[in-house]
């Protein structure tokens, strides 16, 4: 059994993740989670105590989210019935970040999906800010971002973002392990490098280590020379290797801090094309 949170406001961005998600793991077991979390627009602290139109804002934004996520899972069932799969509603007045990382713990999650923006985000973002928000803050689980256009194909190129400066560890590297066999895919292993010189001793380790964990599924290694070009260079990577996802680490990889800091657009095209997956890291 999978315990999948995705949180959603409703928007085409959120209903693509959700059609990704249920198609990904259409053969398997798995409790979706949906989490809408609301604010009424004119919210604060000081406005809740014993302000009359601030509790009927509450209630009407209650009674909007409890509605949204009815019709979101009788929309589910209509489109995409599935014996294998419950779905439960998880509608708060609260902070999105907050209730997230609640969840994670409270919910045994094995993977957070988001669709990559929301309901009037901005255009010329890679993603949007609750995105970018659950990728900073929250570390202890798997994220799935989805590209709000990208619809699902089957997973036969994936390929997975190997920095120069961490240790990764082969339990961090079951979800990818898992979609691999799954799909029978090929991982295409990226290696970073500063230099044309030869492989340091912890790209080595970590070539390793990545190929103990694949070790039953076919795998390659590629390298890429860093440069101010860098996402340039990934994104000519994927489509010459027609990869359908591009797994990284959610720290200690320079690629994903950028993306955090949403420092990488115009650049960064196949991060807007092609899903992104997070994968945590023990020293998070």
């Known amino acids: 059994m999978k315990n999948i949170l995705i949180p959603t406001d409703f928007s085409l961005a959120a209903w693509n993740a959700t059609e990704f ?3 990904l793991f259409a053969d398997t077991k798995c409790t979706f989670y949906f989490l809408n979390a609301y604010t009424p627009e004119i919210y604060s602290n000081r406005l809740m105590a014993g302000n009359t139109l601030t509790a009927t804002k509450s209630c009407s934004a209650k009674k909007a989210s409890e509605k949204g996520l009815a019709m979101l899972i009788d929309r589910i069932h209509k489109n995409y019935d599935n014996d294998l799969h419950n779905f439960k509603k998880i509608p708060t007045f609260s902070l999105l970040i907050e209730e997230v990382k609640e969840a994670v713990g409270k919910y045994s999650l094995d993977l957070i999906v988001m669709g990559s923006k929301g309901t009037g985000e901005d255009e010329t973002r890679v993603m949007g800010r609750n995105t970018f928000r659950v ?3 929250v570390h202890s ?3 799935l971002v989805i590209p709000k256009d990208f619809k699902f194909k089957r997973l036969t190129n994936v390929a997975l973002v190997s920095g120069e400066n961490y240790f990764y560890k ?3 590297l079951y979800p990818l392990v898992e979609i691999s066999k799954i799909f029978k895919s090929n991982v295409h292993i990226i290696n970073i490098q ?3 010189d030869r492989l340091h001793s912890l790209q080595k380790l970590n070539l390793n280590t990545i190929g103990k964990a694949l070790d039953q599924i076919p795998h390659y290694s590629h390298h890429i020379i860093q440069q101010d070009s860098l996402p340039c260079r990934l994104g000519e990577f994927v489509d010459q290797y027609d990869c359908q996802i591009v797994v990284v680490f959610s720290s200690n990889n320079e690629f994903m801090k950028n993306l955090r800091l949403n420092t990488v657009v115009d650049q960064s095209v196949f991060c ?3 899903p992104i ?3 945590t890291s023990n020293e998070n």
Request: aromatic fraction near 0%; proline fraction near 5%; hydrophobic fraction near 50%.
């Open 135 to 137: 990728l900073e803050h």
């Open 194 to 196: 500063k230099s044309a």
């Open 170 to 172: 082969e339990a961090e």
């Open 141 to 143: 689980c798997p994220v």
């Open 272 to 274: 807007v094309d092609v």
């Open 277 to 279: 997956l997070s994968l």
């Open 21 to 23: 998600a249920l198609r």
